[in-house]
């Protein structure tokens, strides 16, 4: 008797819990949830989440030309959300620095990622980031570039395994180490920037001059800013320095510049990457 009652219970759950898997089945096809979304409200009709992951946006080519209200009609979080006041540790924002965060340059309060490169002061003074400045394209299901034959090829720089930027593409621009082998400086530059009159422009209002002429930097803000405060410079050319090499700029020719290519140069670009440059006419 006490067998057949809980086998009996078992088939109920079983029962209950089939009809549940049908149901959320049934729901993810269905392209019209039963509330209407925020994506719903602010652009495609009738999307639900998984359409929205498959968004064409996401992907190329309509990600080259996505504009960032495009991808903030679905992601305002990305600008909206700011850091915890208190870490779940109990470390307040507030009263903690990193040692990225110790440049003169560093101001106002702990933001997040994305409002550091795209909102704060600085950011918008120096530079001129996109989404898809970064975003080139992600993997919504394996994370991988090259997983099947429809998707993202192996040989992409639009992202890398488990990310959905590439690193040595975007970040290693800015985050990089300084490269002071080939600047014939003597040390690090925090040790020998005495002896150069703590600039930059000691050297380069001679050397490498044709520089920043890119869709995502303000070439002019940046000059003008450099003369006052070489950490503005320094913070984008090592001073906040995420990898242990550096990036290989393009060497574009400048006045002057000596006949002899040093072998470090054989390599280089002399062009920005094709995606970041400036049309002709707005070229110096
Ligand atoms: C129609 C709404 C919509 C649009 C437009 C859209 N996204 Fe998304 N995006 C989503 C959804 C939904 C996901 C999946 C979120 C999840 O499942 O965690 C997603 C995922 C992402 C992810 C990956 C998040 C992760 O954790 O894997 C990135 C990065 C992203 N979007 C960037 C962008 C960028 C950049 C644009 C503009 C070019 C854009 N999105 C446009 C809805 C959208
Ligand atoms: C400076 C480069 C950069 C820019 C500019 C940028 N992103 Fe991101 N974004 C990233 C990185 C890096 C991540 C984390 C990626 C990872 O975890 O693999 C990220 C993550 C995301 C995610 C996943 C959720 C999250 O918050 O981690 C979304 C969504 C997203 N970005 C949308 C956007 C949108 C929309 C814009 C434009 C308004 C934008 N991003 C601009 C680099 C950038
Ligand atoms: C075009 C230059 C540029 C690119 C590309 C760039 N960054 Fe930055 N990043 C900056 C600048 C400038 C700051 C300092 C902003 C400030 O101090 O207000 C910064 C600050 C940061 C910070 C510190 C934020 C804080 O609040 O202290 C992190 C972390 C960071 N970047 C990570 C990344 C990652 C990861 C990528 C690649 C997805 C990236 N950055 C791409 C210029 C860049
Ligand atoms: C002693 C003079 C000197 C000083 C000071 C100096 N540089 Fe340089 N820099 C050079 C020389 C020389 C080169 C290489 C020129 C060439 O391409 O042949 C160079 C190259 C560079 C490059 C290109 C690197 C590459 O891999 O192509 C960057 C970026 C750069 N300098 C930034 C800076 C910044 C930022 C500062 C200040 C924090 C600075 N430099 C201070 C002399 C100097
Ligand atoms: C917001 C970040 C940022 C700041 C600030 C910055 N740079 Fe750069 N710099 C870059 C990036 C990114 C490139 C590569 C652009 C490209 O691909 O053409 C670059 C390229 C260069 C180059 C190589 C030029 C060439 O031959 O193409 C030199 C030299 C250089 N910067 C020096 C400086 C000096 C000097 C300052 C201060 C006056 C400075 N940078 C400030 C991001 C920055």
Redo the contacts with the bound molecule.
Sequence with gaps: MRTTRTSMVILAIAVAATAAGAWIGWQMRDPQPATPSPVAASSGEGRDHWRATYDPLHFKPAIDTATDAQCLACHREVLDDTVRETSPAGVRAAASKAWYQQLSTYQGAQETFHRRHLLTPMARE??NLRCNTCHQGHDPREEAPGSSATSTPQATTDFTLRKQVDVETTCL??HGQMNTAIMGLPAPWPESKAVFGDS??TC?AA????????T??NAAA??A???QN?D??????GGRAWYGMS?P????A?ADMPADLPDWAKNRPT???AR?QLPASARP
């Design positions: 120096l530079m621009k800015c930059c422009l380069h050397i490498r001059t044709r520089r920043h002429q890119v995502y930097l940046i000059e800013a450099g003369q070489a503005t410079c320094y913070g984008c050319h990036y700029y393009p060497r574009h400048w062009q920005s990457e970041f």
